[in-house]
Every structure is written in structure tokens, then in C-alpha cells.
């Protein structure tokens, strides 16, 4: 199994990952779909789906849908020409992504959400359509968001195509098991494991080139967050609250009258601000997701800032590290929220977090391996229910605490040798397990859980 860090973390855009910036994926490979038929085209239309449906709208699946099928992508989203270009689709009902020419297309009639009927081969599906001149659908693909911007076709899905199996890889661990037999005989680190499968399928100049660059997407995220207050987007008038938790630690050093347990505080500020910024639709990194994109920069924050002795030079490890500890997670389980809730996404999150903190502090293989079932572990069964389908409530504060147990699992495990009772691999199958028996209401829909039990205005 190969799944590369720049597949693991994706530079895109909020509110989510499986809901905005899938779709948008997803009509970009439509578009080249299109290209590449020998019929001549004229208009295109969309179908979303179970939870692509449901909570659609307040993760602006229909919006990033048709920006994908007007030509925008996430890793290059401009937020000032989709606006323009929007206006323009409204205006004229119609698209024109290149190469293609001006198609037929109504935000209204051409963008269907079907509460209905749920596609097949997971909870995320959309179908998109091309037409002739006289409006039949000449051509048609069904597509799966599976979460954390990875999307596959109807035909891929079900060929198992969800990681690259292409050329060998120096070190190809599908198992934690797997993975800490090969770092003991080998002698190396999962970081220095993974650097090497990374190097076998391009450069070491361009794999620092790019770690430096999610880390600096990462950390510029978090600086916006931190400076911008106001109301967020959606209708549930959610206030930002970061910039006045971080002016308020700010204003408290050194006056000696916080308490140990601040240190809290600066963790969930980080994950709030990145987070704020999800919601609001700003640029992140999927980590393994938007959803619960803060985790991880918070984590690595506070190493950065709060641990004595951290290094920058550490950073490309820690990304590596969680990499590799988030690719087991979604070849064995999950990463979807829609799939199998929370525990997939904040879970996961936290288990990688975990993970990249240990090896960055001195923690061998067994210990970062112990790191990340200890966040995991106490992820299991957690739901998504966000309210009124926002990425806001509970999500914000939860990336928050996701990052606290990140931290108190790496400090754990860091204590012991390495030795412990519940394997990984046995809380990654339990996650899975979990998932799959969860009822449909708790995993995104926004039919149960907290969207329920809340008002929504």
C-alpha cells in the first residue's frame, strides 16, 4: 500500500473536505471526462446524494459543485473569482470551463438534491451528467466523495481503487504490525520509512519542498483565524471566538496567574482558529480532513512554540509520521465522517497528531505506535451530528479537544516503553466495526445527535 503524504494532506478549501472539495474534484474529472468523448456537448447536470444531500447545503456541496463544473479546483481556489464567476453562472445559466465551450446549466433546475434515493457504494455519492443540444444525457458517471478530498468513480470504488498499488515501494506496511517489524529490522523510523516510499516515487528536494509548504498553509491558517472575529457564515450566527481566547493568553504571560492547565487553552485556540476558518470557507489542509483539519496544526503548534528543545527541522517528520499512521487508518477503516462518524475524522486526526508529536520528542516506533491507538482508542464511537449540516457546532470545539488528547497521548506514551495491551490494528478494525454499525442518523446527515437536539436559529 502507498498512499503519499500529498494525498494524506491536500491544500484546499473549507467548509469540508468530503463535502466541498470532493465534489469540486470530482466535476474536474468529469470536465476532463468530457474532454476526452468524441460527442459534442451542451449543457451538464448534478445529483447529489445521501449525505452529499442532507447536508449539502450547509457545506456548500451544491456551490463547490458548480464551481468544479465552471473549472475551479481546490489547491488553486480564488475565492474573489469564484464569487464573480457564481454571479456570472446565475446570471446567464450557464458554465464555461475550458475546452469546452459555454454549456447549459441552472443552478436551479440543473442541481438536484436527491433526500431519496442514496447511491450504492457509500454515503457520499453524486452522478453528473453531459447533454446534447436537445437536453438528453449523453453521458453520465457516478462518483464517491470518500472522504478527506479522495474521490473514486462507480468502477473504481468497486475495483478496490481507493490507494496506489503501482510500482513497489521500499517499505510497504498495510498493517501497524506490519509497519513496526519493518522499522525493527530495518533499523530505521516510520518518518524515515515513509521518506524512503516517498523518495522511491519522487525527489527528496521536492518532498521538502512540499512538506514546507503544508506547514506554511497550516500555520498561515491558524495566524488568520487568530486575528479575525465576527460572525461565521451558514445562519446559526456562531461568533468566532479565537482571537479573543488568544488575546486573552496573550495578555496573561507573564503575569503569573494562569494556571498549569492554560496550556489547554493555547492547544484548543490553535485548533479553534483553523477551524473558524473551515467554516468560513478559508484555505486549509485536510488533516486527514476539513472537518477535523485543526488537530494537527494545533498539535504541531504547540510543539513548536510550548515544548523546549523543538526544532523547525522536526516538522517534515512529524507530517511523515502522522502520514503514514493516517494512511493505515483509511486503508483498514475510515476516514469519512459519513461513513463511520466522528471517530473517523477527529479520531483519526488525533491518532496522527499523536503520533507526529511522539516521534518529534524522542519516542521510538513502538511508542509512536502506542501514541496513536491511545487517541484513537478514546475517539471510538464518536458521532457526526453536525448542526444544521454547518462544519461549526460541535466542530470547532471538538478539533479543540481532539488536540489536548493528542498531546496527553503522545505524553503517555512517551512514559512507558512502547509495551501495551491494545494494539493498533485491533482499535483501527474496532473503528471500522463501529462505523459500520452506527446508525446512518449519527454519520453526517444531521438526523440525529446534537443537529436534532439543538435549535437551528
Not at 266 to 286: D, H, P
Not at 315 to 333: P, S
Not at 357 to 372: H, I, S, Y
Request: aromatic share 6%; charged share 20%.
Amino acid at each position: 500500500m502507498f498512499l503519499s503524504v500529498f494525498d494524506m494532506f491536500k491544500v484546499g478549501i473549507g467548509p469540508s473536505s468530503s463535502h466541498t472539495m470532493g465534489p469540486m474534484v470530482a466535476a474536474a474529472r468529469f470536465l476532463d471526462l468530457m474532454r476526452a468523448s468524441p460527442f459534442d456537448f451542451h449543457g451538464v447536470k448534478a445529483s447529489l446524494h445521501g449525505s452529499l444531500a442532507f447536508t449539502g447545503v450547509g457545506h456548500a456541496t451544491d456551490r463547490a459543485t458548480i464551481l468544479g463544473l465552471a473549472g475551479f479546483l481546490p489547491d488553486t481556489y480564488d475565492d474573489a473569482k469564484a464569487e464573480a464567476a457564481l454571479a456570472d453562472i446565475h446570471a446567464t445559466q450557464t458554465v464555461s470551463p475550458e475546452g469546452l465551450g459555454s454549456l447549459r446549466f441552472n443552478p436551479t433546475s440543473d442541481m438536484a438534491f436527491d433526500y431519496d434515493h442514496a447511491l450504492e457504494g457509500h454515503a457520499n455519492g453524486m452522478i453528473l451528467m453531459a447533454t446534447d443540444a436537445q437536453g438528453d444525457v449523453t453521458l453520465k458517471q457516478i462518483y464517491y466523495s470518500v472522504g478527506g478530498g479522495f474521490v473514486l468513480t462507480e468502477e473504481e470504488l468497486a475495483d478496490g481503487k481507493d490507494t496506489d498499488e503501482g510500482a513497489p515501494v521500499p517499505f510497504p506496511f498495510h498493517s501497524a504490525a506490519e509497519m513496526l517489524q519493518m522499522a525493527k529490522s530495518s533499523g530505521k523510523t516510520i518518518a524515515g520509512m515513509k521518506r524512503a516510499n516517498e523518495i522511491s516515487r519522487g525527489c527528496e528536494q521536492s518532498l521538502a519542498k512540499g512538506t514546507a509548504r503544508l506547514w506554511q498553509v497550516m500555520n498561515a491558517c491558524i495566524e488568520r483565524g487568530l486575528v479575525r472575529d465576527g460572525i461565521l457564515p451558514g445562519g446559526l450566527k456562531v461568533r468566532r471566538r479565537a482571537k479573543g481566547i488568544h488575546d486573552a493568553l496573550v495578555a496573561e504571560r507573564g503575569l503569573n496567574l494562569t494556571a498549569p492547565h492554560t496550556i489547554n487553552d493555547w492547544m484548543s485556540v490553535y485548533a479553534m482558529a483553523v477551524n473558524e476558518e473551515n467554516a468560513a470557507g478559508g484555505q486549509v489542509v485536510t488533516a486527514p480532513t476539513n472537518g477535523a483539519a485543526g488537530v494537527l496544526p494545533a498539535t504541531l503548534r504547540y510543539y513548536l512554540d510550548h515544548v523546549p528543545g523543538a526544532s523547525p527541522s522536526h516538522v517534515e517528520d512529524f507530517l511523515l509520521t502522522a502520514a503514514a499512521i493516517g494512511g493505515l487508518v483509511k486503508y483498514n477503516a475510515s476516514i469519512s465522517g459519513a461513513e463511520a462518524g466522528c471517530q473517523a475524522e477527529v479520531g483519526s486526526a488525533a491518532a496522527m497528531s499523536a503520533a507526529g508529536l511522539c516521534a518529534v520528542m524522542g519516542g521510538t516506533p513502538e511508542q509512536v505506535e502506542n501514541a496513536a491507538e491511545i487517541a484513537l482508542e478514546h475517539h471510538l464511537g464518536m458521532t457526526c451530528d453536525p448542526v444544521k449540516g454547518l462544519v461549526q457546532v460541535p466542530c470547532i470545539e471538538r478539533n479543540g479537544l481532539g488536540a489536548i488528547k493528542a498531546v496527553s497521548a503522545a505524553s503517555l506514551a512517551l512514559r512507558g516503553d512502547g509495551q501495551h495491551f491494545v494494539p493498533l490494528d485491533s482499535v483501527i478494525e474496532t473503528m471500522r466495526q463501529t462505523g459500520q454499525d452506527m446508525h446512518e442518523k449519527y454519520k453526517e446527515t444531521s438526523l440525529g445527535g446534537l443537529a436534532v437536539n439543538v435549535p437551528n436559529c
